[in-house]
């Protein structure tokens, strides 16, 4: 039979791993709070319903792709939510990123309703979703984990069980304190290499195969240096969120992440000129007015 799968969430990420799923063979209704960006999937064969609840009947597995831990908690056990459709024993697996604390406290919630709760957020973005070829890191009891597995299969091309619920959610963190660091040092690189007179363009082809190439600098830093609009892949708000997650998650720990303070500084700094609902692209905004006699091509 084919698997039904309840997905809430089809927003650009939401919608990338959709469609992955109709590739692949299962059967997907799904739900998003501003059903107009919904509508083009029903063309590729989602039904698509009004509300969480509506999505989630019938479902053998939920699956969850939303901004924040507020977002998740309320569509599934809101007034309105899934929880007051999905049956006993059915499978959410969360793709949201909310952090160590919220995935323990919703895994013990729904198991408390017999459903099973895997926080498996994901890296690679929508080219990789749509390729199939994520990097999922979950967290959760191994018996949900191998329930999961076809959807994991196609969509990831490798999908670890990093351990027990929230254990996904901490990989996930430590993935973002990577990505980033990495996204502020690519943002500079080519403000720095503006500012001396080369193009930046050639950044990316000229770095691939070194120690400075990654899959950021490939894929944004070809964006950082066009003018052209392009379709957004996600919002420096988001990434604002993750890095204040992953700060307030160390604050307990006897560590000092100082280039996660860095990183925070920065990003607040984007949201607060008004940046917040652009792409990640708009970086090297932030060091576009830097040191003058670096500019002019002084030595200091």
Same mark, same amino acid.
């Given at each position: ?146 329930? =999961?597995?076809?959807?994991?299969? %196609? #969509?990831?091309?490798? *999908?670890?069980?990093?351990? @027990?619920?929230? $254990? /996904?959610?901490? +990989? ?16 500079? =690189?080519?403000?720095?290499?503006? %500012? #001396?007179?080369?193009? *930046?363009?050639?950044?990316? @082809?000229?770095? $691939? /195969?070194?120690? +400075? ?88």
């Amino acid at each position: 039979m084919t698997q039904r799968i309840g997905f809430l969430g089809l927003g650009v990420m939401g919608t990338a791993i959709t469609e992955r799923l109709i590739e692949a063979g299962f059967a997907v209704q799904g739900w998003n709070r501003t059903a107009e960006r919904a509508r083009a999937l029903e063309a590729r064969g989602v039904s698509v319903f009004g509300s969480a609840r509506e999505a989630a009947a019938g479902a053998e597995v939920c699956c969850l792709c939303l901004t924040d831990a507020s977002a998740v908690r309320d569509v599934l056990l809101g007034p309105d939510g899934a929880r007051q459709t999905l049956k006993h024993g059915a499978l959410v697996i969360d793709f949201s990123t909310i952090g160590v604390a919220a995935a323990q406290s919703l895994a013990r919630d729904l198991a408390r309703e017999g459903i099973d709760y895997i926080d498996a957020p994901v890296s690679g973005g929508p080219g990789a979703a749509r390729a199939g070829e994520l990097a999922i890191m979950w967290g959760g009891e191994s018996t949900g984990g191998v329930r =999961a597995q076809p959807v994991f299969a %196609a #969509l990831a091309r490798r *999908a670890t069980h990093i351990g @027990a619920s929230g $254990a /996904g959610q901490a +990989a996930k963190l430590c993935n973002q304190l990577i990505v980033s660091s990495n996204l502020i040092a690519i943002s500079e =690189a080519i403000s720095f290499a503006r %500012a #001396l007179g080369i193009d *930046a363009k050639v950044l990316p @082809a000229a770095l $691939a /195969g070194g120690y +400075a190439d990654s899959l950021p600098l490939q894929i944004y830093g070809s964006r950082m240096t066009e003018t052209m609009n392009q379709q957004r892949l996600s919002r420096t708000a988001t990434m604002l969120k993750d890095v204040r997650e992953i700060m307030n998650t160390a604050s307990g720990l006897p560590i000092n992440l100082r280039l996660a303070k860095m990183a925070l500084t920065l990003y607040q700094e984007a949201a607060d000129s008004g940046w917040g609902e652009d792409d990640l692209d708009v970086l090297p905004r932030l060091s576009a007015h830097g040191d003058q006699s670096v500019t002019k091509g002084q030595n200091t």
